[in-house]
């Protein structure tokens, strides 16, 4: 990837408890891809069967162009371990669902100059140090706080649904 890239956000949660592993996979993918906007490329899935619980991790990659200069990226990753198989009595209803401990990451970068238009000549780079400091500071605080609330809004979402979903 061209252009300079600055991580802007980062955090981690844990859920230990009950998750339907399908439906919250299926959530997370929907809500970035809907209220988010980002394209998600699944870059890695591994699962491990170790008698009757399961190891599992998931990364993803998302990215959105914001103009011809920034792009916002989101990685995020997922490590389940323990889970398994259970059944639920909801409402006098048998629903089969998982139990485990899920761990959430999720990190969001601002990319600039991602073309690497800037990156041609030594003269063009002095040039993207000028244009980022004098012209578009305020333009690039706007995108960090971008970047940082679409982040912030994705983990507070996931989480409300592990919250929900363990309430069953």
Known sequence: MAGYQEEIYSTKMKHDGIFSYKDYYKFCYDWLTEEVGVGIVEKEYNEKISGNAKEIKVKWEGEKKLTDYFKFVIKVEFHILGMTN?????DGVK???NKGSIKTSVKGLLVRDYEGKFET????KFLRGIYEKWVITQ?????QDFV???CDGFIEQAKAYLDLEGRK
Do not use: D, M, Y
Not at 86 to 90: A, P, S, T, Y
Not at 121 to 124: G, I, Q, R, T
Not at 139 to 143: A, S
């Open 86 to 90: 259970v059944e639920l009595n909801q």
């Open 95 to 97: 629903i089969k669902t």
């Open 121 to 124: 000549k030594p003269f063009n």
């Open 139 to 143: 333009r690039i605080e706007q995108f």
């Open 148 to 150: 940082a609330g679409k």
